[in-house]
């Protein structure tokens, strides 16, 4: 946390769409799209308020097993938001790095991806780290899986391996950890979320649904957070 008591990291599970669209008997699309504009509002609040890190979890490994409209739907969103944002994105100093199994996704939006990352890896402003085909539990088996690697090629005693090791085998490796994590739309876990990364998080769950998200929220969250003690199990 900074002085300011702003935190450094905010990793926010932006849920509540399919729930915001069917309270309007509209299609579980509609409620995506408009989801995608809390995004844009999200990221330029957190960049206002001085947030340096910011971590959204926009589809996770086990949303794969939606029906293949609405993965089609979600995967036309993301292609369209990534080519309509990207300027924007570039000209507000938004630093966009990508965590998950992205070789899961179509080729054009791969293609996509690289050419954010390349277009804003300058900038410093605020990292914007988009969870996209992310599963916490598959990178640690990954992380895992590359630490075995070393080890059975001799590079790696066992007992070397201590916390900060596993933290920088894992996707978000220069990414500090989440200082407050908002999940909106009521439900109060974690979904294969961060899970390593969130061992001493604050959490603050908002019964605002996703698409409804707004600056003031994002301010509730922050002075809900401000008023925490953390204690890291000292005293
Ligand atoms: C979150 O909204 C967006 C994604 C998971 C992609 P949901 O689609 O989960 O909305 P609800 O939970 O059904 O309301
Ligand atoms: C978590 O939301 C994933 C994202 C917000 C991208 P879900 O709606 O998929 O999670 P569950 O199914 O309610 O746990
Ligand atoms: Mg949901």
């Avoid at 702003?6 to 599970?13: D, L, R, T």
């Avoid at 410093?124 to 992310?134: F, Q």
């Avoid at 604050?202 to 929220?217: G, N, S, T, Y």
Wanted: glycine share 8%.
């Amino acid at each position: 946390m900074t002085e300011t008591g702003i935190p450094n990291h905010i990793a926010i599970i932006m849920d509540g769409n399919g729930r915001w669209a069917k309270k309007r008997s509209l299609q579980r699309l509609r409620g995506h799209e408009k989801g995608a504009d809390a995004v844009r509002d999200a990221v330029k609040g957190c960049a206002e308020i001085g947030v340096r890190y910011l971590t959204l979890y926009a589809f996770s490994s086990e949303n794969w097993n939606r029906p293949i409209e609405e993965i089609n739907h979600l995967m036309g969103l993301f292609r369209f938001f990534f080519k309509k944002e990207m300027k924007a994105l570039c000209d507000a100093g938004v630093n966009v790095k990508f965590i998950g199994n992205i070789n899961k996704l179509p080729d054009d939006i791969q293609v996509l991806i690289k050419e954010v990352c390349e277009a804003t890896k300058g900038n410093s402003k605020l990292i914007l780290t988009i969870a996209l085909s992310y599963g916490s539990q598959s990178e640690i088996v990954g992380a895992m899986k590359s630490l075995g690697e070393k080890i059975k090629a001799g590079e790696l005693e066992p007992n070397e391996i201590d916390e900060d090791m596993i933290s920088r085998y894992l996707e978000t490796d220069g990414i500090p950890d989440p200082d407050l994590l908002i999940r909106t739309s009521g439900e109060k876990r974690l979904s294969n979320f961060l899970l390593w990364q969130c061992a001493y998080t604050e959490f603050v769950f908002l019964d605002v649904l996703w698409p409804d998200f707004q600056k003031a929220d994002l301010q509730v969250a922050v002075e809900e957070y401000a008023s925490r003690q953390r204690r890291y199990g000292a005293l």
